[in-house]
């Protein structure tokens, strides 16, 4: 008996099917608002999912993508079927040109930079030899000889050049 009952269709329809009746019953010039349609849809058909109100706002969504429904200032309406089809966003692409039949098209070019032509007389590339490390060579190390030079250099930036004195005199 339990199988019977699983097996069994529920009588409720599909949500689309049950948005597009809330719609065409309310018969707003305006279109019907989300609270509007999911309460015509309770008073109609009693015996909802728990998830009623999720379950709408996911098919009204799904609809307004696809096109099915046309959402203005929160209002859901039918499309007109007069007017242009919605464009998406950006630059439309550029119309193909149309081929006669029988011709052969070629493959796009390639795109970057091409390669270089190898040269068939040129030797094979020697192998270098072991390959240097990655990043910044380490700091070579002062000699003893340049410490003749005087002591270290201080840090920083040096001090301005202060030009001597002149005497002046009284005379």
Not at 18 to 31: S, T, V, W
Not at 75 to 90: E, S
Not at 141 to 156: E, L
Request: net charge positive; glycine share 8%.
């Amino acid at each position: 008996m339990a199988a019977e009952e699983v097996s069994k269709p529920s009588a409720t329809p599909q949500y689309p099917e049950m948005i597009f009746a809330a719609i065409a019953a309310l018969n707003d010039k305006n279109g019907s608002n989300k609270p509007a349609i999911s309460k015509y849809i309770e008073s109609q058909y009693g015996d909802l999912p728990p998830g009623h109100e999720t379950l709408l706002a996911h098919h009204l969504t799904k609809m307004k993508e696809s096109g099915e429904l046309v959402l203005v200032k929160n209002n859901y309406m039918r499309p007109d079927p007069d007017a242009p089809p919605r464009r998406g966003r950006g630059r439309p692409p550029k119309p193909k040109v149309a081929v006669p039949p029988g011709t052969v098209v070629s493959p796009p070019r390639p795109r970057g930079r091409p390669p270089k032509p190898k040269d068939p007389n040129a030797p094979p590339p020697a192998p270098a030899g072991p390959p240097r490390p990655r990043g910044r060579p380490p700091k070579k190390a002062r000699s003893a000889g340049n410490a003749s030079a005087g002591p270290p250099r201080p840090r920083g930036r040096p001090p301005k050049a202060k030009p001597p004195f002149a005497v002046v005199g009284f005379d």
